[in-house]
């Protein structure tokens, strides 16, 4: 099939690639030339995983190209891909649906034969049925459906999820739409995913419902390890006692500083604001959304706290900026409310980041950037570990005591083991367990 996907973040360039991995024929469109450039000469504008790989080999292969025209891309689509960014509106937390109507009005203009409009970037509900109003206004002959069908990738595992998804979410009332999306996702059909069809308002609400479930999760066992650190228990051995019910589920259950990303919260905050306008506020997320801002901002005290109180003239050694490993992305990560605020309390930090420091160095001033973890310990009175990257799993800790002034770490993602740190003597506090100090 022709597939157009009008957008080339994190979601269009993953499915496009992922849709001529499928064996389609697609045209990713974005307005931003430089991007568009840098793809046709195979320069990812993100890193995710296996992602250049993906695009180079159909790019290759003929099934997978790049424009800025729009119109082009779209005229013998057979189903053309709403992918572009709807962040936050500033203040208010609604989501931002400007350029998703935007694009609307110019996949309009560009529709020749019967064509299926799918929105995939996460939209509020009711969305679908603006973007059916607009494009049915532009062009009252057009031949067209709206459909919603949502992405769940996480980033980091974006084509897993996309190649191997729990489920398929599709949400359309009419049987033509259902046939090409039942075409467009063949490849999965094989290997049985289940694909749930639903109306379009219900599409749109799954997804919003999915990731705020999952944001509530986290916040649920980061309250558990609060209440752990205070009865000298082990969160993580209490996240490993009720996930193995399975009506709970292990995933989604490491306590950490937060969640940030670009999904989380946005989405809960969407939810939240359209719950109110509908007269129906969802109490439990709100609370979800307070208490991870208010988290985020209490991890810079926890690593103060573990530094005696007062970090004013020391060095604090920070490995990772990113909101979780595996990408670059610095959107609404801890370590955009963490570092401020050791700077703010007088501490010199000096980070670190396998993927974020390019991004990082446009969010956060005042920071002595480095260039691996070790180089951030030197003379250091304390080292923080903020994302949970590989290479942080297996530091030489003979050799980073031997760095650092004082053998303190503060592990907000509980990779250590606090038996081991205090046998390697080291003041070692994480997360949802008692402190430990290093073994006389
Ligand atoms: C999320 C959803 O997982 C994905 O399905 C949706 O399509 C987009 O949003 P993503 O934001 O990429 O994906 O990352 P995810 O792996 O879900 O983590 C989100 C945040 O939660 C991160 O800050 C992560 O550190 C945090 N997290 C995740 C925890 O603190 N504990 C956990 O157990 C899992």
Known sequence: MHVAVVGTGYVGLVSGACFSEFGHNVICVDKDEKKIAGLKQGEMPIYEPGLQRLVEGNAE??????????????????????AVGTPSRRGDGHADLSYVYAAAEEIAQAITGYTVVVTKSTVPVGTGAEVEKIIRAARPDAKFDVVSNPEFLREGAAIEDFMRPDRVVIGTESEDAREVMRELYRPL???????????????????YAANTFLATKITF??????????????????????GLDGRIGR??????????????????????????????????????????????????????????????GKTIAVLG???????????????????????????KVRAYDPKGMDEAKHMLNGVDWCKSAYDTMGDADALAILTEWNEFRALDLDKVRGLMKAPVMIDLRNIYNPDDMAEAGFDYTCIGKSKVSAAN
């Open 321 to 347: 900026l990113t909101f979780k490993p595996n990408t670059d992305d610095m959107r609404d990560s801890p370590s955009l409310d963490i570092v401020p605020a050791l700077i703010a309390a007088g501490a």
């Open 251 to 312: 995933k989604f259950l490491h306590a950490g500083p937060g969640y940030g990303g670009s999904c989380f919260p946005k989405d809960t905050l969407a939810l939240v604001r359209t719950a109110q306008d509908a007269g129906s506020p969802l109490r439990i997320v709100e609370t979800v959304v307070d208490i991870n801002a208010k988290r985020k901002k209490a991890m810079a005290q926890k690593i103060i706290d573990a530094c005696g109180g007062a970090v004013s």
């Open 189 to 207: 059909y094989l290997i049985e995913t289940p694909i749930v069809f639903t109306r379009r308002q219900t599409s749109e609400l799954i997804k």
């Open 61 to 82: 292969a003929g099934r997978l190209s790049f424009t800025t025209d729009l119109a082009e891309a779209v005229k013998d689509a057979d189903a053309v891909f709403i």
């Open 221 to 242: 066992i980061n309250e558990i390890a609060d209440l752990c650190e205070i009865l000298d228990a082990d969160v993580q051995d209490v996240a490993r006692g009720i």
